[in-house]
């Protein structure tokens, strides 16, 4: 496979629709392109070379820098904080919903990471929502927190109150053990 000139390379990710950032190991933005200066209203010189962490806003840096860590630990294609409502922050520290994609990319030896980022304001304000399993808000964001754990502690049972039905919605930890998110399962008082 022939690889693509640098210059070429550059102006695909500029003519990308999504904005999109590369960061370094130690969270620094090393390229953004046209549309992560239209959407979060930073400069390209602005950028490159701060912490990702300034597109994020503040209630959320610390615990960035920990899931940025454990992203490092098992770098894979995926979209990031599924089933999380996820924010950007612009420049003047105003905040919008996001959908990011995260991809590790191999700069010879040294993991670079392309996050794809998309302002979802228009799709939050008309009511679609990604698929959720039905249950109560908290149950989902659990879920997506499982799908960060690591095995053995995906393999224990879990009891979480559900708000949306009376009892306790359980995760059985044969399900749990597997690659795929539990189904959750609502135990009635009774």
Known sequence: ???????LARSALDAAPD??????????IRFANRQVSALFA????????????????????????????????????RP??????????????????????????DDEGRILVAAAIRDVTER???????????????????????????????AQPARIRCARHPGVCWLPASERSGGSPPTPQCQRPG
């Not at 912490?51 to 454990?70: D, G, K, Q, T, Y």
């Not at 924010?87 to 520290?93: A, E, K, S």
């Open 42 to 77: 930073y400069s390209h010189d602005e950028l490159i070379g701060k912490p990702v962490e300034c597109l994020i806003p503040e209630r959320l840096r610390n615990r960035h820098f920990s899931m940025r860590e454990a992203y490092a630990k098992n770098a894979r294609v």
């Open 124 to 154: 939050k304000r008309t009511g679609q929502r990604g698929r959720t399993t039905g249950h109560a808000p908290g149950i989902d964001r659990f879920l997506s927190i499982w799908s960060e754990a690591p095995p053995a502690a995906r």
């Open 80 to 105: 990031m904080g599924a089933g999380l409502n996820l924010f950007g922050r612009r420049r003047d520290g105003s905040e919008f919903p996001v959908e990011i994609s995260l991809s590790p990319i």
């Open 19 to 28: 904005a999109m950032i590369i960061i370094d190991d130690a969270g620094a």
């Open 1 to 7: 496979m022939q690889s693509l000139p640098s210059q």
